[in-house]
């Protein structure tokens, strides 16, 4: 079992790019989230999914879009990087019949120039 | 509001000594608690939950409804346990929000 898997693990942009950050899944999880870590900030939800086809907003969304058409990926687009987008993203999933541990990936360190 | 608090950012102690690491939380329903645990340059992992009353690595943690809170506690810290600590409560389906996390150190 992979887990859960992050692509790219380092990226540098420039301001205005757009990129995806990918995450793939293979444990048959309905739950996946999107967090982003900075320092003396804790973790802070991007987006998050109950299921394939739904999708929500967390407590940072601006700035970043998802979609989960299968149960298995939940990509997460920049669609204008900022300087500000600067940070460590981490991907995760989860199921009730697990109660609720979420399952982290490894993380992606993006840094917008 | 649905909030977590980790009023300390670092927690210095010696090697042997008590830990506790503190995490009050806001939620008016009924919560679910968890402690994730980061190792220098690891993804989280979960260490554990308050569903559960499990002793993971000697750590444990209680839920007290009275207080809002679910502090980590270890009678005698040992160095390996020198990481990013982090409280997380789950309100409802599958979201799960998270504290400012708190850097313990285990000094020799």
């Known amino acids: 079992n992979a887990g859960v898997t992050q692509t790219p693990k380092f990226q540098v942009l420039k301001t205005g790019q757009s990129m995806t950050l990918q995450c793939a899944q293979d444990?048959?999880?309905?739950?996946m989230s999107w967090y982003r870590q900075d320092p003396g900030m804790g973790l802070r939800l991007i987006h998050y999914s109950v299921g394939a086809g739904i999708t929500d907003q967390g407590e940072v969304p601006n700035g970043y879009n998802v979609s989960r058409s299968t149960t298995e990926d939940f990509p997460l687009r920049l669609l204008s990087a900022a300087p500000s987008q600067t940070s460590v993203y981490f991907c995760?999933?989860?199921?009730?019949?697990?109660?609720?541990?979420?399952?982290f990936g490894s993380g992606t360190r993006l840094t917008v120039v | 509001a649905q909030r977590v608090t980790q009023p300390e950012k670092l927690l210095s102690v010696f090697k042997g000594a008590p830990v506790e690491l503190k995490c009050n939380y806001s939620?008016?329903?009924?919560?679910?608690l968890f402690w994730y645990v980061q190792y220098s340059r690891q993804r989280l992992q979960l260490l554990l939950r308050?569903?559960s009353r499990e002793s993971i690595k000697g750590f444990t943690a209680d839920l007290n409804k009275g207080e809002t809170s679910f502090h980590l506690k270890k009678p005698f810290a040992q160095e390996e346990d020198s990481a990013m600590y982090y409280c997380?409560?789950?309100?409802?389906?599958?979201?799960?929000?998270f504290g400012q996390g708190t850097e313990l150190s285990v000094k020799p």
């Open positions: 308050h569903i």
């Open positions: 997380a409560l789950r309100p409802q389906g599958g979201k799960l929000i």
């Open positions: 444990m048959n999880h309905e739950y």
């Open positions: 939620y008016s329903g009924s919560p679910e």
């Open positions: 995760a999933s989860s199921s009730p019949r697990q109660n609720y541990g979420y399952t």
